[in-house]
């Protein structure tokens, strides 16, 4: 492609409502234009890296003998129904109507519509196990659209679906997606991590996300670099760091100790001179119309997650100050459990073994000290808590580390979640209704773009691998208007594009500052400088990433060009 002919409108200035690495250069390099809040049109540039990884993808899904679909984005609500999640994803889902009023919402995900195809066709166990995907634009009523491509509300999604007659096969199933999705991020050029996952909306027995270190991202992965244990930080577990202070020795009684004004954690430590790791939290949630306590050390934060695993609750929200008047007689801030009645109690596994500690008296003003879990307060014991800094691995005691990700890809084993509801069987081998289990599969394709550049950029712009990159290469004669600089870079781009290299050729007549700027802004990996050296049969083969500059010969060009790439291509590992 001749850059002159090229849709490539680059910005010198960052636009003001770009907020992360990705969002920046992506606007600044072209790729991208906002058309709405949580709404992008991809040009040129995105457009054939989307392409690339989309086609990596497809190699890697086929491989594994996945065959692609492409479903309906425009679903009938009464299929979401069928699964229960046409009310569990609430606002997220769109949702309209149509001439009729006839209720319809648009694909965030295509578990239901998969389900509808299989059960309608898939009669005996002969037909499995089978893998199907899609590569298509799913939709997301976002709230907080934000941070470019990350959170948005169109985007393209990889999902796919296995189909098994049981545990065994959807075992098979899983692995061969993990393998392939290592595969695919490898040949992506992407430093990634699998962490264990929690399920969530998607349901199911077992989920691993991919994720990517990058302060752009919104969740966090819990890391032991020692043992390569990775969990999100929802799930992981830990030991706790010390507490900061001994205990009081002896079996002493609770006592109320008056605490005017005293309401947070931080302010009660303060007043008693005492550390936050001595003190308890209870926090009082609704679980499934119901209340539920849960007791904490005062430094530890309460894990969703955990907390609904443990209640066992479809959904949970924080009580009401008239709830929590009710139940506890004082307000929030004041809580504590002792001497609680009618109401189930969790206590976090980080207190067992503490004794004569301080925590809500249930009385305006006022709390206790010298309480002991288990014997003045008794509960069901669970591991409730997030890991905190200073932690370390459960097992070895290892060091720990918090770090923030964004997620690239998450595989789930469903189990019998949609089979059940949406009524999908099979016969078994004994002619047997038998109960179809199933996987679910995702890649957000624009994610996978956005990690790249985050880890692949600098102060000048993108550094893509040349697996996804726009171009593998770009031809910059510095001054176009030289015949026979003209001539050496007409003569390369015939011999590149001939070898089948993606190449861009800069054919502008602008000065070699500009042109060498804006080829660094786009992320092609390798440039190729044409200048006074070809006076000596001589060219520059630049490499975007490391800035080696390389001498070739102008004669074999095209040939050590093509070796420079396939030498930096990234190269699975799995």
């Not at 050390?297 to 009401?320: I, M, N, V, W, Y």
Request: glycine letters at 8%; proline letters at 5%; charged letters at 25%.
């Amino acid at each position: 492609m001749l850059w002159s002919r090229a849709f490539i409108p680059t910005l010198r200035e960052t636009p003001a409502e770009a907020e992360v690495v990705s969002h920046r250069l992506l606007l600044r390099a072209g790729y991208i234009r906002q058309l709405g809040a949580g709404i992008y049109n991809y040009l040129y540039l995105a457009q054939r890296s989307m392409l690339k990884i989309q086609q990596i993808i497809r190699e890697e899904m086929d491989a594994i003998g996945a065959q692609e679909f492409y479903l309906a984005a425009l679903n009938p609500a009464e299929i979401w129904q069928e699964s229960g999640r046409y009310d569990v994803m609430g606002d997220n889902l769109f949702r309209l109507k149509d001439r009729y009023g006839r209720p319809l919402c648009l694909g965030m995900t295509h578990e239901e519509v998969m389900t509808h195809i299989a059960r309608g066709e898939l009669r005996s166990y002969r037909q499995l196990p089978q893998i199907w995907y899609q590569i298509q634009t799913k939709f997301r009523d976002e709230p907080r659209p934000k941070s470019g491509l990350l959170r948005v509300r169109q985007f393209i999604m990889k999902d796919s679906y296995s189909f098994d007659l049981g545990p065994e096969g959807l075992d098979e199933s899983y692995e061969k997606h993990r393998i392939a999705y290592c595969r695919i991020f490898d040949r992506c050029g992407l430093d990634y991590i699998e962490v264990e996952a929690h399920s969530g909306a998607m349901g199911g027995s077992q989920s691993q996300e991919f994720m990517v270190a990058t302060e752009a991202g919104e969740d966090y992965v819990v890391l032991c670099r020692a043992t390569g244990y990775a969990a999100n930080l929802e799930k992981a577990v830990s030991r706790p760091k010390p507490p900061e202070a001994p205990d009081p020795e002896g079996g002493l009684e609770p006592e109320p100790v008056h605490t005017p004004n005293q309401k947070t954690i931080e302010e009660v430590a303060r007043f008693l001179g005492l550390p936050q790791t001595s003190l308890m939290k209870t926090l009082c949630l609704i679980a499934d119309s119901r209340p539920v306590v849960a007791v904490l050390r005062g430094d530890h934060q309460l894990s969703e997650t955990k907390f609904q695993s443990a209640a066992g609750c479809q959904e949970f929200r924080p009580a009401h100050p008239d709830e929590i008047r009710e139940l506890f007689g004082a307000s929030a801030g004041s809580l504590g459990p002792v001497g609680l009645q009618g109401v189930r109690i969790l206590i976090d596994e980080a207190l067992r073994g503490r004794r004569n500690m301080v925590c809500g008296a249930n009385r305006d003003d006022y709390h206790l000290k010298n309480v002991t879990p288990d014997e003045d307060f008794r509960g069901e014991w669970h591991d409730l808590r997030q890991v905190a800094p200073g932690d370390t691995e459960l097992n070895t005691g290892a060091p720990l580390e918090i770090l923030k990700c964004v997620e690239i890809g998450h595989i789930f084993k469903l189990g019998y979640k949609y089979s059940h509801a949406m009524g999908l069987t099979v016969l078994d081998q004994n002619g047997i209704e038998t109960p179809v289990i199933m996987g679910s599969y995702g890649i957000g394709v624009e994610r996978v773009l956005c990690a790249a550049v985050e880890l692949y950029s600098d102060e000048d712009g993108i550094c893509l691998p040349v697996s996804i990159a726009p171009f593998e290469v770009v031809i910059t004669p510095v001054k176009v208007t030289d015949g026979s600089l003209k001539e050496a870079a007409d003569r390369l781009y015939r011999e590149l594009k001939e070898a089948g290299v993606d190449v861009l050729y800069d054919d502008r007549d602008l000065s070699p500052g500009v042109k060498f700027k804006d080829a660094d802004l786009i992320g092609v990996p390798f440039r190729v400088n044409i200048g006074r050296k070809l006076a000596s049969g001589r060219l520059e083969l630049v490499n975007r990433r490391t800035r080696e500059v390389k001498e070739i010969d102008a004669a074999s060009a095209a040939a050590e060009i093509r070796q420079a790439i396939e030498q930096a291509r990234p190269q699975a590992r799995h």
